[in-house]
């Protein structure tokens, strides 16, 4: 069986055509015909100075019903040529005159004013402050809470959340001991090695146990141990908050009305503050034992006349003054830790954003913290 085959014949593409004519009223008529599309305006480049040369006259009528085809680019060079608004008199196919709406209906924004560098620099700065003030004042909203939190739980022992203190003891102190030691172990041995090329010029060597005893107890233990802290604790307690914050978790709490300052921050906080003097003290006792070492190596001095030695050299206020600002350490640390986990918004990003700025915040407030102690009990504890 023959089937009839259909013989297909496209019509040919017709050059962009602009005639204009008279009408019976004396007005002009502007009379578009052909393809006008971008490639046909490609060829013939004399037609934009036509096309603006009419449309100057907002008299004219325009015709544009035998136009075979339009895109949106020469509806656009129609459009501008035309002063961006419409003939008051135009013969134009409904699918045509939808390229026109859409440029009729969308509002170009003018552009805006190049800003110099110093507003630039100000606008920067203005934003920088006010950032910092916002994230104090949510830092102190944080701190009061806590205190109510504190009050609450006096009245209310029974509701302390013993286990999730528990936990971030073991989390942030147990198994931070290996770390904390190594380090202080390498630092005391540095020190004392360094301090003891220095000594040996001047027949001195004697002095590296008053040194090594205030630099540690005093300053490098509880340091060593904040910024170790802030490093491992701080960020895993951050990412932990905000790893609640992706799953849910927050508002899952929140509907069954548990409190999120009670069961995730004070823990969080009341185990590091307890937690960093014994890390500090344990810190400490490594660098020194690190010192100790390096000391009988290169100076022959033994570990018993460190030891009997070592009360002298260093009262025991200094003790009390480096336990008491790693306990400071600890509660800023925690904070902090906390204050920028609850800043996580739901998408990974915002978590590694936040944990990172989590840590350089808290390190850069330990040592802000440890400016202001040795600033205050300058001469406090001094042999």
């Avoid at 003891?196 to 300053?219: M, N, P, V």
């Amino acid at each position: 069986m023959n089937i009839p085959m259909a013989e297909i014949q496209t019509n040919p593409v017709l050059p962009p055509l602009l005639e204009i004519s008279k009408q019976d009223n004396g007005q002009s008529c502007i009379k578009l015909s052909g393809s006008w599309n971008l490639r046909s305006l490609a060829t013939t480049p004399e037609l934009h100075q036509k096309i603006k040369a009419v449309a100057a006259n907002k008299a004219n009528a325009w015709d544009m019903q035998s136009v075979d085809m339009l895109d949106s680019a020469t509806a656009l060079i129609l459009w501008q040529a035309w002063g961006e608004q419409m003939p008051a008199t135009l013969n134009i196919k409904p699918e045509h005159q939808r390229l026109f709406e859409r440029w009729q209906s969308q509002i170009i924004p003018a552009a805006e004013p190049t800003a110099s560098r110093s507003s630039l620099f100000l606008n920067s700065l203005l934003q920088l402050v006010w950032s910092f003030w916002v994230q104090l004042v949510n830092l102190a909203t944080l701190l009061g809470q806590l205190v109510l939190d504190l009050g609450y739980l006096l009245v209310h022992p029974a509701d302390i959340p013993r286990a999730e203190i528990s936990i971030t003891i073991y989390e942030a102190g147990v198994r931070a001991l290996g770390i904390t030691a190594l380090v202080g172990f390498l630092i005391g041995i540095v020190l004392s090695y360094l301090s003891a090329l220095q000594l040996k010029t001047f027949g001195a060597e004697i002095y590296i146990i008053d040194i090594l005893g205030l630099s540690i107890i005093r300053e490098l233990g509880p340091l060593l141990a904040a910024i170790l802290v802030a490093g491992r604790s701080g960020s895993a307690m951050t990412a932990q908050i905000g790893i609640m914050r992706v799953t849910e978790e927050l508002d899952a709490l929140s509907a069954m009305g548990i409190s999120h300052s009670l069961r995730l921050i004070l823990p969080k906080v009341m185990a590091l503050t307890i937690v960093m003097p014994l890390l500090s003290a344990w810190t400490s006792a490594a660098a020194l034992i690190g010192g100790m070492f390096s000391a009988q190596n290169t100076l022959d001095i033994s570990y018993q006349q460190f030891f009997l030695k070592l009360p002298d050299v260093v009262p025991l206020i200094n003790v009390f003054i480096g336990l008491g600002k790693s306990a400071v350490f600890g509660l800023m640390i925690a904070l902090i830790a906390c204050h920028f986990g609850f800043r996580i918004k739901p998408n990974t990003e915002s978590l590694g954003s936040e944990t990172t700025n989590s840590v350089v915040a808290a390190i850069t407030v330990v040592i802000m913290i440890d400016a202001m102690f040795a600033i205050l009990f300058m001469g406090v504890g001094m042999p």
